[in-house]
């Protein structure tokens, strides 16, 4: 049982790791998403959410949905086209970079 255990946590952790985007490559990708979510991923119109200080598995849960037409909102269509040329790398890398960043609050 213990081993079983053992192994679920390595697992765990590989996984973890293996997820983690470079935040420096993610700022670099992130030019196209300023035009609605800031430069620095605070929004200056409300109808477009603040990135910066998200949390990295929600911002990857979420860009995911997009790509996969499967979250609605009233940008959703903005969004499906955007996330449609991301792959799996720049997702994890524009999430470690708006995760990294100061909110607003």
Not at 67 to 78: D, P, Q
């Amino acid at each position: 049982m213990k081993k079983l255990v053992l192994s679920g946590l390595l697992a765990l952790c590989a996984a973890t790791a293996q997820a983690a985007g470079d935040p420096v490559a993610g700022e670099h990708k992130a030019r196209a998403c300023a035009v609605c979510h800031g430069p620095e991923g605070i929004s200056i119109s409300p109808l477009f959410p603040n990135l910066a200080g998200q949390k990295e598995a929600y911002l990857v849960s979420a860009l995911k949905a997009f790509r996969a037409e499967e979250r609605r909102g009233a940008s959703a269509e903005i969004m499906w086209g955007q996330a449609a040329i991301l792959s799996d790398e720049d997702i994890d890398d524009l999430a470690a970079y708006f995760s990294n960043l100061e909110t607003a609050f």
